[in-house]
C-alpha cells in the first residue's frame, strides 16, 4: 500500500512538471513557426498543457519496466501507445470540449487525422528520450525532498488542479451559451464571460488561426 502510495505521488509530480514544460514547449514552437503567442494551457489558470502531462505518465506505466530493455523494444512500445493515446485524447478533447486541437488530415499515413505516421514516429522517439534519459533526472531529484514535504505539495496541487478544472469545464459550458446569444444569468457567469470567454478558450484549444 505503501509503495503504491509513492507511486501515485511520484506520478502526480510528473504529470504537473511535464505538463508545464509542455506549455512552455508549444509556446515557443508556436512562436518559432507562427510568429504568434498561443496559450495552449488545457486549463484557464495556469500554464499546463495536460496532454504533455498524460504523455509523461503514460510513457512512465508503460516504460518503466523496459527502461533497461533495447532501444528498438522501448521505441516500438512508445510507437503504439503514444499513437493511441493520441488518437484518444484527440477524439475527447472534440467531444468533452467541443474543439479541434490538432488537424493531420494533410499529413501522410494518417488516421481520421487524428495520429498520422510522422508523429507516431516521435511518439517512439520520444519514449526512449524520457525513460532513457529525463525519467531518471526527474526521478533522482524527487527523491531528494522529505516525505512531508512531498506529500503535503502533490496535494495541494491536486485541489488546484481539481478547482482549475471545475473552473475550465463551466467556462467551456459558458462560452457555448455565450456563442448562441444566451445571456448571463448570475455574476459568476458574468464574470467567465468577462474572463474566460470563446475568444480566450478558442486561443486555448483551436490550432486553425487565420
Not at 15 to 20: A, K
Not at 33 to 54: E, M, Q
Not at 72 to 87: A, R
Amino acid at each position: 500500500m505503501v509503495k503504491n502510495m509513492k507511486k501515485a505521488y511520484k506520478l502526480i509530480y510528473i504529470f504537473i512538471i511535464s505538463s508545464i514544460i509542455g506549455y512552455f514547449i508549444e509556446l515557443i514552437w508556436t512562436w518559432l513557426t507562427k510568429r504568434i503567442f498561443v496559450n495552449h494551457s488545457a486549463v484557464v489558470i495556469g500554464p499546463f498543457n495536460f496532454a504533455y502531462g498524460i504523455c509523461a505518465v503514460v510513457l512512465t506505466l508503460l516504460l518503466e519496466k523496459y527502461k533497461d530493455e533495447s532501444y528498438l523494444k522501448i521505441f516500438i512500445l512508445s510507437f503504439v501507445g503514444g499513437s493511441i493515446l493520441e488518437y484518444i485524447m484527440s477524439l475527447g478533447m472534440e467531444v468533452v470540449l467541443g474543439f479541434t486541437a490538432w488537424d493531420y488530415s494533410n499529413r501522410f499515413l494518417n488516421i481520421n487525422g487524428r495520429i498520422c505516421l510522422l508523429y507516431s514516429i516521435f511518439w517512439g522517439l520520444l519514449g526512449i528520450l524520457w525513460i532513457k534519459i529525463l525519467y531518471p533526472k526527474i526521478d533522482e531529484i524527487l527523491n531528494k525532498f522529505s516525505k512531508k514535504a512531498y506529500k503535503i505539495v502533490a496535494n495541494c496541487l491536486v485541489i488546484f488542479l481539481v478547482f482549475d478544472i471545475v473552473l475550465t469545464v463551466g467556462a467551456v459550458s459558458r462560452a457555448h451559451d455565450a456563442d448562441k446569444g444566451i445571456k448571463p444569468r448570475n455574476g459568476y457567469e458574468r464574470f467567465l464571460d468577462n474572463t474566460f470567454n470563446s475568444k480566450y478558450l478558442k486561443n486555448m484549444y483551436n490550432n486553425n488561426w487565420e
